[in-house]
T-cell receptor
Framework: EAQVTQNPRYLITVTGKKLTVTCSQN?????MSWYRQDPGLGLRQIYY???????DKGDVPEGYKVSRKEKRNFPLILESPSPNQTSLYFC???????????????FGQGTRLTVV | AQSVTQLGSHVSVSEGALVLLRCNYS??????LFWYVQYPNQGLQLLLK??????LVKGINGFEAEFKKSETSFHLTKPSAHMSDAAEYFC???????????????FGKGTKLSVIP
């Protein structure tokens, strides 16, 4: 089954304690990205990756890091989490489109992070 | 830069009534447009998408949307609401058709649909 898997689904941590949220896709997609979802703000992109070893900032990258060492994995790293990073996080992957077609993003189930 | 505006953060309809969720976009190029649905405690699932061709797009669960270039709109409709349609709906526009950023999705703030029995 084609899917994007995030872990953990729920996480409560303390300010300043480094954490990693993992994301893995089994569809051989080139493009992966991370979003955060906050009430009334919709989804905002944090970082994205066009392919292995190619990453770039999205709209709200401050306080986050990512890496893309393998095509299937795209972990999100919070080196020193702060309470304003309490949010619902989604990983997504998208296949490279052909011609004028557009491929859709497939989303993981989400990780609800609370930083106290 | 692209943007998406969804009118109404919360819409309530009676079961069996028409569902209309509004989405307007801003894009300097012909857009790729998407509607996603999010059920409680779940990720986002694609309802439908517009890329090229027919402007009336049919999706899953009886939903459809019409791309109107002159109005820069992509409203989502369903003729008869069902209790299972209660969820949050997101309209999104994708980046330019080529180059850096072409895969980036810009989302609206979402519309929460309630269905009243």
């Amino acid at each position: 089954e084609a899917q994007v898997t995030q872990n953990p689904r729920y996480l409560i941590t303390v300010t300043g304690k480094k954490l990693t949220v993992t994301c893995s896709q089994n569809m051989n997609h080139e493009y992966m990205s991370w979003y955060r979802q906050d009430p009334g703000l919709g989804l905002r992109q944090i970082y994205y990756s066009m392919n292995v070893e190619v990453t770039d900032k999205g709209d709200v990258p401050e306080g986050y890091k990512v890496s893309r060492k393998e095509k299937r994995n795209f972990p999100l790293i919070l080196e020193s989490p702060s309470p304003n990073q309490t949010s619902l996080y989604f990983c997504a992957s998208t296949a490279r489109g052909q011609g004028t077609g557009a491929t859709e993003a497939f989303f993981g189930q989400g990780t609800r992070l609370t930083v106290v | 830069a692209q943007s998406v505006t969804q009118l109404g953060s919360h819409v309530s309809v009676s079961e069996g009534a028409l569902v209309l969720l509004r989405c307007n976009y801003s894009s300097s190029v012909p857009p790729y447009l998407f509607w996603y649905v999010q059920y409680p405690n779940q990720g986002l699932q694609l309802l439908l998408k517009y890329t090229t061709g027919a402007t009336l797009v049919k999706g899953i669960n009886g939903f459809e949307a019409e791309f109107k270039k002159s109005e820069t709109s992509f409203h989502l409709t369903k003729p008869s609401a069902h209790m299972s349609d209660a969820a949050e709906y997101f309209c999104a526009v994708r980046g330019p058709r080529s180059g850096a950023g072409s895969y980036q999705l810009t989302f609206g703030k979402g519309t929460k649909l309630s269905v009243i029995p």
